[in-house]
């Protein structure tokens, strides 16, 4: 199977692409991949497989590798000199973009606007991923039980009525960048200047004592919902960026938690209450909070890293399964019929 693999974009959260990237490489070697890499400056370059390392991206050697743009249906190398033809790359594209570009629905728009198939969340599934207010709303609207917030905007902090410990975490943003735990109010503020230096609207949480944590991707194909197994992360109090950076090159599957069927009934369903109708065309993973016996959502990864790959036995086949199963948006065509009309009636 042929695929693109696009990655990078500008934000963030871009390193974490690549490592995404490079991690898929390997994990996806039975596939004919191409690699498309977006810059800061959202200028795309193609990328020689034996020039999938990250030392490539760090040193700027992808600068010297062909520039493509986009037309409708393809990415386009353009053609060199006046007897060069120019290539096309038409394959099924995963966006693989974490944070701003890839997952609040740039990207997904460009490639829409092009008519180019791709395995991804789309347009509005970003609008209720990417910013944590609006994935509460989600879970509001689906009768999905999440953990209690308020919402501090930037120069225009009010009361909290939360108690401490709290979580302090942009709304904007992924893999714990800017994120703090405050155990007392001596270290608010300076948990919100954090903050506030990633995002102009900020999250904020109570830390929950107790919790248990548990992830589940999946997609939907063939008429069901695909779930992978369900990871208990074993981890510390709190993954800072440096410790999810490592997470994002995971190829290795890990082991099924070891709950109840019952508990995982009720996480699949939560998991199915939020992907229906939304994310269709996606691979994504909900990390969810068990506490006092509720499950409740924490957040949506409508581009986990390396795609959870090491949540699914055969992930190959995963991503040959959904690139079968993408959404398809009819395009409307112009016709000219309300103008041919006038044009008729004025005698023209």
Do not use: W
Request: with cysteine.
């Amino acid at each position: 199977m042929k695929l693109t693999i696009l990655f990078g974009g500008a934000s963030f959260e871009h390193e974490i692409s690549i490592v995404s990237a490079i991690t898929l490489k390997e994990k996806l070697s039975a596939f004919d991949l191409t690699f498309i890499f977006c810059d800061s400056d959202h200028t795309f370059y193609l990328i020689e497989q034996n020039k999938m390392k990250a030392i490539t991206f760090s040193k700027g050697e992808h600068k010297k590798m062909p520039c493509l743009v986009l037309q409708n249906g393809a990415f386009v190398e353009p053609k060199k000199g006046m007897f060069g033809s120019s290539k096309e790359y038409k394959d099924i594209v995963l966006n693989l973009i974490h944070g701003a570009d890839g997952e609040d629905g740039t990207i997904a728009a460009l490639l829409d606007f092009y008519s180019i198939k791709y395995i991804g969340p789309r347009v509005d599934a970003c609008t209720f991923s990417y910013d944590k207010r609006y994935t509460k709303y989600l879970c509001e609207a689906v009768g999905v039980k999440y953990v209690p917030y308020e919402i501090a905007h930037k120069d225009e902090l009010s009361n909290l009525s939360l108690s401490y410990p709290i979580i302090v975490k942009p709304s904007r943003l992924g893999s714990s960048i800017g994120v703090s735990i405050v155990k007392d109010e001596s270290e608010l503020d300076y948990a919100l200047d954090v903050a506030f230096e990633f995002d102009s609207v900020v999250l904020i949480e109570p830390f929950l004592e107790g919790v248990k944590e548990y992830n589940l991707a999946g997609y939907y194909a063939k008429g069901t919902m695909n779930y992978s197994l369900i990871e208990e992360p074993h981890k510390e109090e709190f993954l800072d960026f440096d410790k999810k950076y490592m997470d994002f090159s995971r190829s290795e599957q890990v082991l099924k938690a070891d709950i109840s069927e019952k508990l995982e009934k009720r996480l699949k369903s939560n998991f199915d209450k939020v992907y229906r109708g939304l994310f269709e065309g996606a691979l994504i993973r909900c990390d969810f909070f068990v506490h006092n016996d509720e499950v409740l959502l924490n957040e949506i990864n409508p581009i986990p890293g390396s795609m959870a790959n090491y949540l699914f036995e055969d992930f190959s086949a995963v991503i040959e399964d959904l690139s079968n199963a993408l959404p398809h948006t009819k395009r409307i065509k112009a016709s000219y019929e309300y103008i041919h009309s006038i044009s008729q009636a004025k005698g023209k």
